[in-house]
């Protein structure tokens, strides 16, 4: 996380995608709604639609832009990856939602000048009226509660 800490700097927009009714491809979006106006971020909850916050997350003018989201990396089952642009652009992922990732940092790098990031999730499963597993309900407890304590919300006006 320390990877991540040291790359998250100005003004901060977070957006989380995910599809609730999938699986652990929820987990991007209901990260989101844990920690919205919990932290000293902006916090997007755009569910399986990232495309409708497009206008949202540029008005905000962010320094750096966070997209989590679950992705299939080929990683154990939880495992995080924070990667960058040029990540993104350059490795084939199994993404959910359409637009691909891709696209949306390719509209976004077109209309601010943001430092863009992914912090990525190894799902175990997205089937459809899935649950999420116990591994990701875990990891997800474990990141509200650092980004929580990291960003209090009393620090939004030093961003």
Not at 44 to 73: M, R, W
Not at 91 to 116: E, Q, V
Not at 134 to 151: A, G, V
Request: hydrophobic residues 40%; contains cysteine.
């Amino acid at each position: 996380m320390e990877k991540l800490e040291a790359r998250l700097k100005g003004r901060i927009a977070l957006l989380g995608i995910g599809n609730e009714l999938r699986g652990d491809d929820a987990f991007g979006t209901v990260f989101a709604k844990r920690l919205r106006d919990k932290i000293a971020f902006k916090v997007f909850e755009a569910g399986s639609s990232p495309e409708n916050f497009l206008g949202k997350v540029i008005n905000e003018k962010p320094d750096t832009l966070l997209i989590v989201d679950a992705v299939d990396f080929g990683g154990e089952i939880a495992d995080i990856k924070i990667l960058g642009l040029k990540d993104i652009k350059t490795k084939n992922f199994f993404l959910t939602h359409n637009p691909s990732l891709s696209l949306l940092y390719d509209f976004f790098k077109r209309s601010i000048r943001a430092k863009f990031y992914l912090l990525a999730i190894q799902p175990k499963s997205i089937a459809l009226g899935g649950e999420m597993c116990p591994q990701i309900e875990s990891r997800l407890e474990e990141l509200t509660d650092w980004f929580k304590e990291r960003y209090p919300i009393c620090q939004k006006e030093k961003n």
